[in-house]
């Protein structure tokens, strides 16, 4: 069964600070997709990096970073020099490929505040 | 903007009424999903579309939940006699259909049973 784990429910740092907010995964299929999406205030879910299970390079993209390691289930994403626009629920999500919908199964989120 | 529209935003309504959804993708995504949230939970699906085909039912899908996806195109979800407990925001999400595509979501359905 798949399962999202996000021990972090709730963060708050400083503008500038460097923020990083774990995921731990459990899944029986060899290959899926790891994905980090965001909720502003607002309500609708914004996507922000996906990753799948062949690929473990690390990336960076602008202000954001991912690591992802198969070895402990982890797919830890980073924002570095977090500003107040960051403030927001974080959730990160998994799907199979396996089954054919490829459903997201979301872990309970991660409320991120970024003070001035 | 994501392209996927979803109407109404909010939707109050008397417990024991029916209520309808309404979802458009964009028309490229052949893939569009359901899925309910909860207060300080994350989203939860509900069930699969691809084109016009439901191909999946979470069991959180009971019988007084009904979905349709017409010629592919828009997509409704039904809530027929409904109970407090169906107070959540209902959102819908599309992705186009290669392996591992990101879904881009709507910006969600509240629904208030009081």
């Known amino acids: 069964a798949q399962k999202v784990t996000q021990a972090q429910t709730e963060i708050s740092v400083v503008e500038k600070e460097d923020v990083t907010l774990d995921c731990v995964y459990e899944?029986?299929?060899?290959?899926?997709?790891l994905f980090w999406y965001k909720q502003p205030p607002s309500g609708e879910l914004v996507f922000l990096i996906r990753r799948n299970s062949f690929d473990e390079q690390n990336e960076i993209s602008g202000r954001y970073s991912w690591n992802f390691q198969k070895s402990t289930s982890s797919f830890n994403f980073t924002i570095t020099a977090s500003q107040v626009v960051d403030s927001a629920v974080y959730f990160c999500?998994?799907?199979?490929?396996?089954?054919?919908?490829?459903?997201?199964?979301f872990g309970k989120g991660m409320k991120l505040t970024v003070n001035p | 903007d994501t392209g996927v529209s979803q109407d109404p935003r909010h939707k109050i309504t008397k417990r024991g009424q029916n209520v309808t959804f309404r979802c458009d993708p964009i028309s490229e995504h052949n893939r569009l999903y359901w899925y309910r949230q909860t207060l300080g939970q994350g989203p939860e699906f509900l069930t699969y579309?691809?084109?016009?085909?439901?191909?999946?039912k979470s069991r959180l899908l009971s019988d007084r939940f009904s979905a349709e996806r017409p010629k592919g195109s828009f997509s409704t979800l039904e809530i027929q006699r409904t109970e407090q407990g169906d107070s959540a925001m209902y959102l819908c999400?599309?992705?186009?259909?290669?392996?591992?595509?990101?879904?881009?979501f709507g910006q969600g359905t509240r629904l208030t049973v009081v």
């Open positions: 999400a599309a992705a186009r259909g290669r392996q591992g595509a990101e879904a881009f």
């Open positions: 579309f691809q084109n016009e085909a439901q191909l999946e």
């Open positions: 899944t029986r299929d060899t290959t899926y997709y």
């Open positions: 999500a998994l799907s199979e490929a396996q089954g054919g919908s490829e459903k997201l199964v």
